[in-house]
Each structure stands twice: as C-alpha cells, then as structure tokens.
C-alpha cells in the first residue's frame, strides 16, 4: 500500500489581494484565510476572474495590490504548490508513463510511484501508449496525476474536471478529499458540482 505524505501545519493568508489584467481590475480587497484540511471552490460567471485568481495565488500573475503568504511551509521542503491550468502539458512522442516521469522529476519525488498514481487515476493500463494518443478527458487524468507523484501542499486547480466523465467528477472530488485528510490545502475554480464536504465556496462576479 502507498504510503500517504503527510503535511505540517499550514495556513494561506490572503491580505487585501486586487488582482486583473492589463488595466482591468477583476477583485478587490480579497482576504482570505485558509488551513490545512480546508478547501475552497471559486465559482462565478465567465470571465468573472476565477483563473486569474488562481494565477496570481500561483505567484504566475503580479497582484495589484496586498499579500499573499503561506504560513507554516518551509521552503527547504520545495515548493509550497502546484498549478493545474486549463492546459494538460501532455507531448507527442512522449509516452504515458515517461510523461509522468518526466514531471515527477522535474517537481520533485513523493512516496507515491508512477505506476501507482496511473492506475489511480485510471490510467494503469495506458501507460505504454503516446500520450498524445490520450483522449481528452485521458489527458486531464494524466494532468492530476503529476498531483500525486509530486507531493505539495497547496493545489490550485483550473477546472480540473474539464472533459471529465461523471467517474472523472468523483475522482478528483476523492483526490481532494485525500489531500485534505493529509493536511493539504485546495483552491478550485469550477462550474460543475463537486461534492467536497469541507469546501467553502467563494463567488466572483455576482452569483453563477
Ligand atoms: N492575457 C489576458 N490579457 C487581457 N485580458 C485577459 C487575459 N486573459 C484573460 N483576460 C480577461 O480577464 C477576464 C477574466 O478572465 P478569467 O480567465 O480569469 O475568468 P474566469 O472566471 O476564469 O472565466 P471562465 O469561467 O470562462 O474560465 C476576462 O474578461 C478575460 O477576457
């Protein structure tokens, strides 16, 4: 059995954060407290704000004004997250398995193995094959798995139920849950339901 990474203490704080693009402010005067074992789903309209959000909580966009800081994370431990955008980063002539290699190397190994975090994701069985050759929603399963091979604290996903089938839904509703019972933290901007007790949600733009 895998054994679970279990993570210290840890708090985000969000002070007074605005954030937009280009000359467009899309929030204001956002804070924000959450812990360990918590979760937080974005919801909102399209073009509400939600992946820029998320970008700038990534450290991937400049805030415009106010702070972010992570408490409780020691940097020696590497980074305290990990990005899922809308984009799977999945190459042509790069198979399943060296995909997820390739990251788990990149980001740094966790006790969880490749072939472990396939087959969690319901991918055991394609992990020979170019993952160019992956279905949409196989892609996006590819993409989750670079969450488990790479332990981090703090998930910041992008629609990461995007292309997913109703089995797909559950599944990162599970990987979730399982992050948040190891003491993680998780931020989602989403549009479909997903059912995550601990989650609190937050809605840009007005009601979705
Ligand atoms: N690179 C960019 N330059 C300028 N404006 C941008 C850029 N990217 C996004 N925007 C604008 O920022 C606004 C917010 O976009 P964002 O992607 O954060 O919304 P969202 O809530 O995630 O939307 P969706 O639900 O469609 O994913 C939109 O009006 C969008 O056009």
Same mark, same amino acid.
Do not use: K, V
């Given at each position: 059995m895998t054994q679970r990474q279990v993570f210290p203490q840890l708090r985000l704080n969000v002070h007074g954060l605005s954030c937009g693009r280009g000359d467009a402010v899309?929030? *204001? +005067?956002l804070d924000l407290a959450l812990d360990g074992g918590h979760a937080l789903l974005l919801r909102g309209p399209?073009?509400? +704000?939600k992946s820029t959000l998320l970008l700038t909580l990534a450290g991937l966009l400049r805030p415009l004004e106010g702070t972010i800081t992570f408490e409780g994370h020691d940097e020696e431990n590497g980074p305290a997250l990990h990005y899922c955008g809308h984009r799977n980063a999945v190459r042509a002539r790069l198979g399943v398995l060296e995909t997820l290699n390739f990251w788990r190397a990149l980001n740094g190994a966790g006790t969880m193995e490749p072939e472990a975090a396939l087959e969690r994701v319901g991918l055991g069985r394609a992990a020979?094959?170019? #993952? @160019?050759?992956?279905?949409a929603g196989q892609q996006r399963r590819l993409a989750l798995a670079r969450l488990l091979v790479s332990p981090r604290p703090l998930w910041l996903l992008d *629609?990461?139920? @995007? #292309?997913?089938d109703s089995e797909g839904h559950a599944l990162v509703a599970a990987l979730v849950i399982e992050h948040l019972a190891s003491g993680g933290l998780a931020i989602i901007a989403t549009h479909d339901p997903l059912d995550i007790a601990a989650a609190e949600t937050l809605t840009l733009g007005g009601p979705a």
């Open positions: 899309l929030l *204001e +005067g399209n073009g509400s +704000g020979l094959l170019d #993952a @160019a050759y992956l279905s *629609e990461p139920t @995007a #292309a997913l």
